[in-house]
């Protein structure tokens, strides 16, 4: 009897916990209401009661993807007392058991079991419709309004934040964990089954690629968290998600990074070695930088073995540097190009490694001998794909063997082949070994399958936790995608290498990533090689800094080269950009070039003194606005008492080519004012235009002082005057020469004034000559704060 009443009881209560009812789940901030159906009804603030789901919008907790057709749950029940959700799927018998919490400051939501879990593969947590559109964090995962946020956070590598758009799972945009809609935004996070082996398109450009798979790594575990907050609390709130649910929470000298003053400091990258260290870490610690990166200290990239030639003593010779850097308060980092593997690397040669990523493979339809120059293969599918190859490389056994192309027809032929090449051992083979297409970049290197990947990310983590050396970027990160597991394997290479090193690892990217935010430290892009500090992606630079900040990243405004002829202006036109921002950089510096540079001194300091002034908050709303703008100039001096910021007057005039009446003058005539004290002339004189030349161009200035620059002039050419001297400039911005002056340069007095300007068209392809006068202008003083 009392068995039969206890049985009843616990059928009641089962019932009463599985009631298929609308489910109310909160946190202090966020009520999340789903109803019996499996769909969010209400995203609520409680302290409100207003309700930031988009009304008319689907919202299912978890869509399933079963025989490539997606489903939404047809039924939702809870069991209050395991704290679980089930959710079934009509269609294809399916269901789902969610793990729910509910923490005061976030709701966990972890998929533990499918019934039959070999039929889904992939999972989507939403996408969850908002109204909140203002500010939309599309990497972070958070949305806000002004007032209140909402977010979501993946709780783990295999669980990818953003829209699944192809079969890898990789997302090409900047990022997707949130994005914009007619309504206001979405929140959206997925898992694929990667338990199977599949053959998939990769990377965009590699289709029908055999992707092994990876033992055990379903979606079960799958696994976010939702939360909603004030938008000011969100950066604390997403610190304390990671401290509870064991993500990636790096520190820097004990404040979580995303807090820390450290994180964004600009850093300068350079070629130090054993010999040049003292002298380099000066040059760093005179600017005030927080680093000294090593651009190319490898041998090879894969096993990472140092340079003999600039680290003869090795690993050892490394550590001696960093504890030199350490000492005074300087990081040392290294520059890497993540999982991409140079030809002369040990996985490589003499014998390569089996876990080189190949984009598919065929066997041979006839043997071939060591010194055989055409190999037979039984399809041409993945030999033909060679527009993405560079190396027109496969391996086959302990060989690698370059071709020049395959045949079109059968016999498939693999033509003028070189054998062994990159130090592997030539060989006979018999009719039906594998042959398979080596995957490879322009840079000389090939890359990794899943495995060989993470082993890479070890050897990276040994190698940081043997030296020292404490900042990386994951620079190529996009490599990873070798593997064929999308973002999957972005995240689970850096999560590696983060946990390998065993101290605190400062490391940035150039490629934005939802799990991977929680490791980075700042996203710096902006390469210095296509020209000077204002023509080398400019645009770029400044159209990245909104994007920074709606992902709560620092401010960071790229790379920046510093040569033998680097001036005072370009180093104070960068740092104007930066202190508008508060902003950090990488400064390219070469020993050989601030060696050669005669203002290297003075370019450091100033480049300390303006990190100062922006550190130490020291400018108006109204100057940093002016600060931000890429047409502004500014020069800054600091004394005792206080800072002097002096920004510069542009007069801008252009002159083309005219048709006149035989005889009459072509020059232009300008007129201006200078309102300030008497300077040195500075004017710069860029010839506009894609191509064509002008020819001996002359300037005169107020009727009495001519200057002609004979010779001729490409389009993009800038002629250059700082008062003293006159210097000629690339369409990229390089320094091209010096011209030699036969008379002393007027300085330019205060009052009106007069400019005139002719030069030669010799050609069709006229150019607009852009004549640009610069004036110093009266200090703003900025008392010390």
Same mark, same amino acid.
């Given at each position: 009897?009392?068995?039969?009443?206890?049985?009843?009881?616990?059928?009641?209560?089962?019932?009463?916990?599985?009631?298929?009812?609308?489910?109310?789940?909160?946190?202090?901030?966020?009520?999340?209401?789903?109803?019996?159906?499996?769909?969010?009804?209400?995203?609520?603030?409680?302290?409100?009661?207003?309700?930031?789901?988009?009304?008319?919008?689907?919202?299912?907790?978890?869509?399933?993807?079963?025989?490539?057709?997606?489903?939404?749950?047809?039924?939702?029940?809870?069991?209050?007392?395991?704290?679980?959700?089930? +959710?079934?799927?009509?269609?294809?018998?399916?269901?789902?058991?969610?793990?729910?919490?509910?923490?005061?400051?976030?709701?966990?939501?972890?998929?533990?079991?499918?019934?039959?879990?070999?039929?889904?593969?992939?999972?989507?947590?939403?996408?969850?419709?908002?109204?909140?559109?203002?500010?939309?964090?599309? &990497?972070?995962?958070?949305?806000?309004?002004?007032?209140?946020?909402?977010?979501?956070?993946?709780?783990?590598?295999?669980?990818?934040?953003?829209?699944?758009?192809?079969?890898?799972? !990789?997302?090409?945009?900047?990022?997707?964990?949130?994005?914009?809609?007619p309504y206001g935004s979405s929140l959206q996070a997925?898992?694929?089954?990667?338990?199977?082996?599949?053959?998939?398109?990769?990377?965009?450009?590699?289709?029908?690629?055999?992707?092994?798979?990876?033992?055990?790594?379903?979606?079960?575990?799958?696994?976010?968290?939702?939360?909603?907050?004030?938008?000011?609390?969100?950066?604390?709130?997403?610190?304390?998600?990671?401290?509870?649910?064991?993500?990636?929470?790096?520190?820097?000298?004990?404040?979580?990074?995303?807090?820390?003053?450290?994180?964004?400091?600009?850093?300068?990258?350079?070629?130090?070695?054993?010999?040049?260290?003292?002298?380099?870490?000066?040059?760093?610690?005179?600017?005030?930088?927080?680093?000294?990166?090593?651009?190319?200290?490898?041998?090879?990239?894969?096993?990472?073995?140092?340079?003999?030639?600039?680290?003869?003593?090795?690993?050892?010779?490394?550590?001696?540097?960093?504890?030199?850097?350490?000492?005074?308060?300087?990081?040392?980092?290294?520059?890497?190009?993540?999982?991409?593997?140079?030809?002369?690397?040990?996985?490589?040669?003499?014998?390569?490694?089996?876990?080189?990523?190949?984009?598919?493979?065929?066997?041979?339809?006839?043997?071939?001998?060591?010194?055989?120059?055409?190999?037979?293969?039984?399809?041409?599918?993945?030999?033909?794909?060679?527009?993405?190859?560079?190396?027109? !490389? &496969?391996?086959?056994?302990?060989?690698?063997?370059?071709?020049?192309?395959?045949?079109?027809?059968?016999?498939?032929?693999?033509?003028?082949?070189?054998?062994?090449?990159?130090?592997?051992? !030539?060989?006979?083979?018999?009719?039906?070994?594998?042959?398979?297409?080596?995957m490879d970049y322009p840079y000389n290197t090939l890359?990794?399958?899943?495995?060989?990947?993470?082993?890479?990310?070890?050897?990276?983590?040994?190698?940081?936790?043997?030296?020292?050396?404490?900042?990386?970027?994951?620079?190529?990160?996009?490599?990873?995608?070798?593997?064929?597991?999308?973002?999957?394997?972005?995240?689970?290479?850096?999560?590696?290498?983060?946990?390998?090193?065993?101290?605190?690892?400062?490391?940035?990217?150039?490629?934005?990533?939802?799990?991977?935010?929680?490791?980075?430290?700042?996203?710096?892009?902006?390469?210095?090689?296509?020209?000077?500090?204002?023509?080398?992606?400019?645009?770029?630079?400044?159209?990245?800094?909104?994007?920074?900040?709606?992902?709560?990243?620092?401010?960071?405004?790229?790379?920046?080269?510093?040569?033998?002829?680097?001036?005072?202006?370009?180093?104070?036109?960068?740092?104007?950009?930066? !202190?508008?921002?508060?902003?950090?950089?990488?400064?390219?510096?070469?020993?050989?070039?601030?060696?050669?540079?005669?203002?290297?001194?003075?370019?450091?300091?100033?480049?300390?003194?303006?990190?100062?002034?922006?550190?130490?908050?020291?400018?108006?709303?109204?100057?940093?606005?002016?600060?931000?703008?890429?047409?502004?100039?500014?020069?800054?001096?600091?004394?005792?008492?206080?800072?002097?910021?002096?920004?510069?007057?542009?007069?801008?005039?252009?002159?083309?080519?005219?048709?006149?009446?035989?005889?009459?003058?072509?020059?232009?005539?300008?007129?201006?004012?200078?309102?300030?004290?008497?300077?040195?002339?500075?004017?710069?004189?860029?010839?506009?235009?894609?191509?064509?030349?002008i020819r001996n161009p002359w300037i005169e200035l107020?009727?009495?002082?001519?200057?002609?620059?004979?010779?001729?002039?490409?389009?993009?050419?800038?002629?250059?005057?700082?008062?003293?001297?006159?210097?000629?400039?690339?369409?990229?911005?390089?320094?091209?020469?010096?011209?030699?002056?036969?008379?002393?340069?007027?300085?330019?007095?205060?009052?009106?004034?007069?400019?005139?300007?002719?030069?030669?068209?010799?050609?069709?392809?006229? +150019?607009?000559?852009?004549?640009?006068?610069?004036?110093?202008?009266?200090?703003?003083?900025?008392?010390?704060?």
């Open positions: 009897m009392k068995k039969t009443i206890l049985l009843t009881f616990t059928l009641l209560l089962n019932f009463f916990y599985s009631s298929a009812q609308q489910i109310n789940l909160k946190t202090d901030d966020l009520g999340l209401n789903i109803s019996p159906s499996g769909q969010i009804i209400a995203m609520l603030n409680p302290k409100t009661g207003k309700n930031y789901l988009a009304v008319g919008e689907k919202a299912p907790l978890l869509r399933i993807l079963t025989l490539n057709e997606w489903e939404d749950p047809a039924q939702a029940t809870f069991n209050g007392k395991l704290n679980i959700i089930t +959710l079934n799927y009509a269609n294809s018998k399916v269901s789902a058991e969610v793990k729910v919490i509910q923490k005061k400051t976030h709701l966990i939501f972890e998929l533990i079991r499918l019934s039959v879990k070999d039929k889904v593969s992939a999972v989507t947590w939403g996408s969850y419709p908002t109204i909140i559109g203002q500010t939309i964090g599309e &990497v972070v995962g958070v949305v806000r309004d002004g007032d209140f946020a909402i977010g979501l956070q993946s709780l783990n590598v295999k669980t990818i934040g953003g829209v699944l758009k192809n079969p890898e799972g !990789a997302d090409y945009s900047r990022g997707s964990v949130a994005i914009s809609q997925f898992s694929l089954d990667r338990s199977k082996d599949r053959k998939i398109t990769v990377w965009n450009q590699y289709p029908n690629m055999p992707v092994n798979a990876i033992p055990n790594e379903t979606t079960i575990g799958s696994k976010i968290a939702l939360f909603g907050c004030s938008e000011n609390q969100v950066l604390s709130r997403i610190g304390v998600i990671e401290l509870a649910e064991g993500l990636p929470h790096p520190l820097i000298n004990g404040i979580w990074h995303k807090q820390s003053p450290e994180t964004g400091r600009a850093y300068m990258i350079s070629d130090f070695d054993e010999s040049n260290i003292d002298s380099l870490l000066g040059y760093t610690k005179q600017a005030g930088l927080m680093s000294l990166y090593h651009e190319s200290p490898f041998q090879s990239w894969g096993h990472f073995v140092l340079n003999p030639t600039s680290f003869p003593n090795g690993n050892d010779g490394m550590k001696v540097c960093v504890d030199k850097a350490s000492k005074m308060g300087i990081r040392i980092g290294v520059h890497t190009l993540s999982n991409f593997i140079n030809t002369n690397d040990p996985y490589v040669t003499p014998t390569p490694d089996k876990r080189l990523a190949l984009t598919g493979s065929s066997v041979l339809t006839e043997d071939v001998t060591s010194s055989a120059t055409e190999i037979t293969v039984e399809s041409d599918e993945y030999f033909k794909n060679i527009k993405p190859s560079t190396l027109h !490389a &496969v391996q086959i056994g302990e060989e690698i063997i370059r071709f020049r192309e395959v045949t079109s027809k059968k016999p498939f032929k693999l033509l003028d082949c070189q054998r062994g090449a990159y130090g592997t051992k !030539a060989s006979a083979y018999q009719k039906g070994i594998e042959v398979g297409m080596m890359f990794t399958n899943f495995n060989l990947q993470q082993e890479i990310a070890g050897n990276l983590g040994r190698f940081f936790t043997e030296t020292g050396v404490s900042q990386m970027d994951f620079d190529g990160h996009e490599g990873c995608l070798s593997s064929g597991e999308g973002d999957y394997g972005m995240q689970a290479f850096a999560e590696k290498v983060f946990k390998d090193t065993k101290h605190t690892l400062v490391n940035g990217t150039s490629r934005s990533s939802h799990y991977y935010w929680h490791i980075c430290h700042y996203w710096n892009w902006g390469e210095p090689w296509y020209g000077g500090f204002r023509e080398s992606q400019g645009d770029y630079r400044l159209e990245n800094q909104p994007f920074l900040e709606r992902n709560y990243m620092p401010n960071m405004l790229g790379w920046f080269l510093l040569s033998s002829t680097t001036t005072a202006e370009d180093i104070e036109w960068m740092m104007a950009r930066a !202190a508008g921002y508060n902003a950090g950089f990488a400064l390219v510096a070469r020993y050989k070039n601030l060696q050669k540079n005669p203002n290297t001194t003075q370019l450091l300091n100033l480049i300390k003194l303006w990190q100062e002034a922006y550190k130490r908050k020291i400018f108006s709303a109204d100057q940093l606005t002016r600060l931000k703008n890429p047409e502004n100039d500014f020069h800054l001096e600091k004394n005792n008492q206080d800072w002097k910021l002096y920004p510069f007057k542009k007069f801008k005039f252009e002159h083309a080519k005219q048709v006149l009446q035989p005889g009459q003058p072509t020059f232009s005539e300008w007129q201006f004012v200078n309102s300030n004290l008497e300077q040195p002339l500075n004017f710069t004189l860029t010839f506009m235009g894609k191509e064509g030349v107020d009727g009495y002082f001519k200057l002609e620059l004979p010779g001729e002039y490409e389009a993009g050419n800038s002629i250059v005057c700082n008062g003293t001297t006159i210097k000629i400039y690339n369409s990229k911005g390089g320094f091209k020469k010096e011209i030699t002056l036969n008379q002393t340069i007027p300085s330019l007095k205060s009052g009106k004034h007069t400019i005139k300007f002719d030069c030669e068209f010799p050609d069709e392809n006229e +150019l607009t000559n852009r004549f640009i006068i610069k004036t110093i202008s009266t200090p703003e003083i900025i008392k010390n704060r």
